[in-house]
T-cell receptor
Framework: SQQGEEDPQALSIQEGENATMNCSYKTSINNLQWYRQNSGRGLVHLILIRSNEREKHSGRLRVTLDTSKKSSSLLITASRAADTASYFCATDGGTSYGKLTFGQGTILTVHP | DTAVSQTPKYLVTQMGNDKSIKCEQNLGHDTMYWYKQDSKKFLKIMFSYNNKELIINETVPNRFSPKSPDKAHLNLHINSLELGDSAVYFC?????????????FGNGTRLTVT
């Protein structure tokens, strides 16, 4: 199966709640990245966490990485309707030149 | 102002036709990519060019041929289109020399083969 699998496949919450998405991968990595895709648009880079980092924050985003379990989580705090999108994790498989492998994403719906 | 732009946005064509998708980036990046996103949103890399040189060529039918006239442009030509080629094709770019720099994506070309 593919590198980078997100869980859950779909998540529906109310505005103001927190949203947590998980990602599992199979091979070694240099870093793991999270992207957002709004409907009908391209992916937008959110945050990158290196293999020697355990946690990273950016605004309302918090990413954790556990290389022993080959897993990562993305937490969006105080969600807004504008956060409605698909979220993808991407891993580099230890390579360079951006050969990223993406999961199938988590569809997040935030209800106003 | 668009950083990575693709044309056309939509492409509807019949089986057997040949079509091209164009991509341009104005970010000064030296590495460009083509990704294919299927109906289940699974995104898979097809090709990557660094300074006009092909560096990633995944298992893609040879009906697909990328061309990079310069490092700001990467086009995708598809011969003898098949129903299974229907998907959204994304162009992306990055600073390849900075290891694992984030990808910047275009807004995609939705290809429908009938």
């Amino acid at each position: 199966s593919q590198q980078g699998e997100e869980d859950p496949q779909a998540l529906s919450i109310q505005e103001g709640e927190n949203a947590t998405m998980n990602c599992s991968y199979k091979t070694s990595i240099n870093n793991l990245q999270w992207y957002r895709q709004n409907s009908g648009r391209g992916l937008v880079h959110l945050i990158l966490i290196r293999s020697n980092e355990r946690e990273k924050h950016s605004g309302r985003l918090r990413v954790t990485l556990d290389t022993s379990k080959k897993s990562s989580s993305l937490l969006i705090t105080a969600s807004r309707a504008a956060d409605t999108a698909s979220y993808f994790c991407a891993t580099d498989g230890g390579t360079s030149y951006g050969k990223l492998t993406f999961g199938q994403g988590t569809i997040l719906t935030v209800h106003p | 102002d668009t950083a990575v732009s693709q044309t056309p946005k939509y492409l509807v064509t019949q089986m057997g036709n040949d079509k091209s998708i164009k991509c341009e980036q104005n970010l000064g990046h030296d590495t460009m990519y083509w990704y294919k996103q299927d109906s289940k949103k699974f995104l898979k890399i097809m090709f990557s060019y660094n300074n006009k040189e092909l560096i990633i060529n995944e298992t893609v039918p040879n009906r697909f041929s990328p061309k990079s006239p310069d490092k700001a442009h990467l086009n995708l030509h598809i011969n003898s289109l098949e129903l299974g080629d229907s998907a959204v094709y994304f162009c992306a770019s990055s600073l390849g020399q900075i290891k694992n720099s984030p990808l910047h994506f275009g807004n995609g070309t939705r290809l429908t083969v009938t």
